[in-house]
């Protein structure tokens, strides 16, 4: 049924497919990338990093950052590596590595979602020329069915087309989200690690137990 639809659909089906094969993978892809930051998420190991951070041992923080598997952390950990040069830039490098990585595949699904109803509606185009085409020519009697099939191609490309911007803006919407929420995490680590370290250079270290 699946498959005559889309036969039916003509040639502007062809490309909505390729469309939806990449939204698809993209999806896919974007969910096991979520399920394993997951697991990679060590909330204790950021607390760990600010707490050596406000005793003033920096260089322990730094390489307890950079042992740990939590984003956030390995951040924290890079700008305190290259604090003599600039901590500030260091922290801004580092957590806009960590944001394209929550960006990847966001383009392809607001492509999809803007791309997918244009193909449905020159899908419909294509196929109302051709039925207009038909009832342009002189004689009628007989085309009615090539009339109604240009018709209902258009339909089902206009209707494929949605399909395929549905299916991403849903998902579109979660990652942004997502990547929003991970911003805002590392906006506050940062900037909680600016201000201990500001703290931290008027005191003096804390000496190991």
Do not use: C, W
């Given at each position: 049924?699946?498959?005559e639809l889309f036969l039916?659909?003509g040639?502007i089906m062809w490309?909505i497919?390729?469309l939806s094969?990449?939204?698809?993978?993209?999806?896919?892809?974007?969910l096991?990338?979520?399920?394993?930051?997951?697991?990679?998420?060590?909330p204790?190991?950021?607390e760990?990093?600010?707490?050596l951070?406000?005793?003033g041992?920096l260089?322990?923080?730094?390489?307890r950052?950079?042992?740990?598997?939590?984003?956030?952390?390995r951040?924290?950990a890079?700008?305190?590596a290259?604090?003599?040069?600039?901590?500030?830039?260091?922290?801004?490098?580092?957590?806009?590595r960590?944001l394209?990585r929550?960006?990847?595949?966001?383009?392809?699904?607001?492509?999809?979602?803007?791309?997918?109803?244009?193909?449905?509606?020159?899908?419909?185009?294509?196929?109302?020329i051709?039925?207009?085409?038909?009832v342009?020519?002189?004689?009628?009697a007989?085309?009615?069915?090539?009339?109604?099939?240009?018709?209902?191609?258009?339909?089902?490309a206009?209707?494929?087309g949605?399909g395929?911007?549905i299916?991403?803006?849903?998902?579109?919407?979660?990652?942004?989200?997502k990547?929003?929420?991970?911003?805002?995490?590392?906006?506050?680590a940062t900037?909680?690690l600016?201000?201990?370290?500001?703290?931290s250079?008027?005191s003096?270290p804390?000496?190991?137990?």
């Open positions: 049924m699946i498959l039916k659909g040639p490309p497919l390729l094969i990449l939204t698809g993978g993209v999806v896919i892809e974007r096991f990338f979520l399920a394993a930051e997951r697991l990679r998420q060590k204790a190991d950021i760990n990093v600010l707490a951070v406000e005793r041992r260089d322990e923080a730094s390489e950052g950079q042992t740990s598997t939590d984003p956030i952390a951040v924290l890079h700008g305190l290259h604090r003599d040069v600039s901590l500030s830039n260091a922290l801004v490098q580092g957590a806009g960590e394209d929550y960006n990847r595949g966001l383009v392809v699904l607001d492509t999809a979602v803007t791309l997918g109803p244009l193909l449905g509606l020159l899908g419909t185009v294509i196929g109302m051709q039925a207009f085409g038909i342009g020519g002189a004689d009628l007989g085309q009615q069915n090539a009339i109604t099939g240009g018709i209902a191609e258009s339909l089902i206009v209707t494929f949605l395929v911007a299916v991403a803006i849903v998902p579109l919407n979660y990652l942004s989200g990547l929003e929420a991970m911003r805002r995490k590392l906006e506050d900037n909680h600016e201000l201990t370290i500001g703290k250079r008027t003096p804390t000496a190991n137990p």
